[in-house]
């Protein structure tokens, strides 16, 4: 069966941001059509459409899109959607102490802001740090941001990915920990507000996609083992 894309389910992080925003939404709206109809209609209204922007951002951001997710295990799945900003051989201080592949994608406001596995798996490790607010595509925003770092282990091999705050995340959402089995496309977490999801793969991996390639998350493949 076809997925419906016009469809789509609301993260339950954002019921709370959404229902404070439609409140305030009411508020200054049931305020300024009080006191501004009459005197200034115009005002009025563009106090009703820019707020009601405002929400409907908020709503978007909080979004679940209907997808067909890709499953196999000897490819490595995007874990979110954005563009690919870097792809580079780096040397890992935090886990690895080696050589690895870095692929990063950058997550803007307005893209979908859930995180998915990229493989099948277990959590071999779990840490968060706390750290900076650069803005996402500052090169340094990989080892000095506040970020949560993630290590997956399966035949294959070993991926680290690290969701990484940007200068207006101020909330990183993780739901793995040591010791669990995750699978491939499957939920694991949600970043607040423009980000960045890094992943370390092995040096053997073969890249699948290039700088700058708009990708999504639990579709676009990244690379393959």
Request: proline share 4%.
């Amino acid at each position: 069966m076809q997925p419906n894309y016009f469809q789509m389910t609301i993260h339950r992080e954002g019921y709370q941001t959404i229902g404070i925003a439609a409140l305030i939404f009411g508020l200054i709206n049931l305020a300024s059509f009080s006191f501004l109809s009459e005197s200034m209609p115009i005002c009025a209204l563009v106090v009703f459409f820019v707020t009601l922007g405002i929400f409907l951002f908020l709503v978007s951001f909080f979004r679940i899109p209907s997808r067909v997710h890709t499953i196999n295990a000897n490819q490595i799945i995007c874990p979110a959607d954005g563009k690919v900003v870097v792809i580079e051989e780096v040397i890992d201080s935090e886990y690895f102490k080696d050589k690895r592949i870095q692929l990063s994608v950058f997550m803007s406001p307005a893209n979908v802001h859930v995180n998915r596995n990229p493989v099948d798996g277990e959590i071999v490790y779990n840490q968060y740090h706390k750290g900076k607010y650069l803005v996402a595509w500052h090169p340094k925003s990989s080892t000095e941001n506040e970020r949560w770092s993630v290590v997956v282990k399966n035949p294959h091999g070993e991926i680290l990915y690290k969701q990484i705050a940007g200068a207006l995340a101020k909330r990183i959402c993780n739901y793995t920990k040591v010791g669990q089995q995750v699978k491939q496309t499957e939920e694991y977490g949600f970043i607040k507000f423009g980000s960045r999801v890094d992943l370390l793969l092995p040096i053997t991996a073969k890249v699948e996609v290039a700088l700058n390639q708009v990708v999504k998350g639990g579709v676009t493949v990244l690379a393959t083992w």
